[in-house]
């Protein structure tokens, strides 16, 4: 039984929103496929926190499903470590790989049976598109755990 369907996106907390933007895009020849400011309480949850307020933009090649998110986050600000594990959501360079899943309670089961864990149960987002969880693995590596609805 394989539980993860594809890969998602890969996120990225980056430090300055315009140049990031700028080197994705104008360097890379990635595109913009959305850009939205998130907070409330499906954010709150998913992540485990209090008061997210993050600029996300989505971004993809000419070919391929999988995107790689620009996270910015404005709240809480994003921070610098050494070498730590867990590492935070809203740390610095790459932080969580996203699944698209055919049913979420069951990849959080599974996660949670190799040893990992889920920071909540699953969530119904905003826009009633799909449930999340988040989610670390082993070694404390966030995943994404996506259901379309």
């Known amino acids: 039984m394989s539980v993860i369907k594809n890969i998602r996106h890969t996120g990225l907390v980056v430090r300055d929103i315009n140049r990031s933007l700028a080197f994705y895009r104008d360097t890379l020849g990635l595109h913009v496929k959305s850009t939205q400011e998130e ?8 992540l485990a926190d209090q008061g997210i307020v993050v600029q996300t933009v989505k971004m993809a090649a000419s070919s391929g499903e999988t995107l790689l998110e620009l996270l910015y986050f404005k709240a809480p600000v994003g921070i610098e470590l050494g ?23 069951l990849a959080c089961t599974a996660v949670i049976t190799a040893g990992g864990q889920c920071l909540s149960p699953p969530q119904k987002s905003a826009d009633g598109s799909v449930r999340v969880a988040f989610c670390r693995d082993p070694e404390g590596n966030l995943l994404e755990l996506v259901q379309l609805i």
């Open 83 to 105: 070498i730590c594990l867990p590492k935070p959501y809203n740390s610095f360079g790459f932080t969580h790989l996203a699944f698209t899943v055919g049913e979420v309670e």
């Open 39 to 46: 907070t409330g309480s499906f954010l709150d949850t998913i």
